[in-house]
């Protein structure tokens, strides 16, 4: 594989390494995509900088904001991102909407690389199977499979603790 011109002439803007440029450029760059709220930029970003708990944060403030949206609404959004099967990195793809189903995507490529899955942290994980499964709980209902909506709600009332 042939290096770009950033990595041929990494030394001419002052970085030792691939590893600087990584941790230097592209984690900056994600950062301010994170900030700008642009879901899938700072996504594919922070997933090339191997910052693998901010990709899962990025989710979890997007599946949080996706509540407050009925799911035809989620549909229109911009953000996009989806593992190609078998792949190793992000790919962007206006087909795959549903942020939801992106997470899911995401969760189930880190349990399949060995290594990117433990560098996860378990709140930030746990966090969101729960907002997955209440985006979950309000298609169902939206949709008015109002049995299948309970199965969830229950499922979650004994995940998320109540008040006492």
Avoid at 12 to 22: G, M, T
Avoid at 99 to 126: C, F, M, P, Q, T
């Amino acid at each position: 594989m042939q290096p770009g011109m950033l990595e041929r002439d990494l030394k001419l803007i002052h970085l030792k390494d691939e590893k600087s440029y990584l941790l230097g450029i592209v984690k900056a760059a994600a950062h301010r995509a994170d900030q700008e709220k642009r879901f899938s930029e700072a996504i594919l970003l922070y997933n090339l900088a191997e910052e693998y708990d901010a990709v899962i944060s990025v989710l979890n403030v997007e599946l949080g904001n996706s509540l407050s949206r009925p799911s035809s609404a989620s549909a229109g959004s911009e953000a996009a991102a989806y593992f190609r099967a078998g792949g190793e990195s992000v790919a962007m793809a206006a087909g795959q909407e549903d942020v939801a189903k992106i997470a899911r995507s995401i969760l189930e490529h880190y349990d399949r690389s060995s290594g990117i899955g433990g560098r996860v942290s378990r709140k930030n994980r746990e966090t969101c199977e729960v907002l997955m499964r209440l985006k979950e709980a309000m298609t169902l209902y939206e949709e008015n499979r109002l049995d299948h909506a309970l199965e969830v709600s229950f499922f979650l009332s004994s995940v998320v603790p109540g008040r006492s």
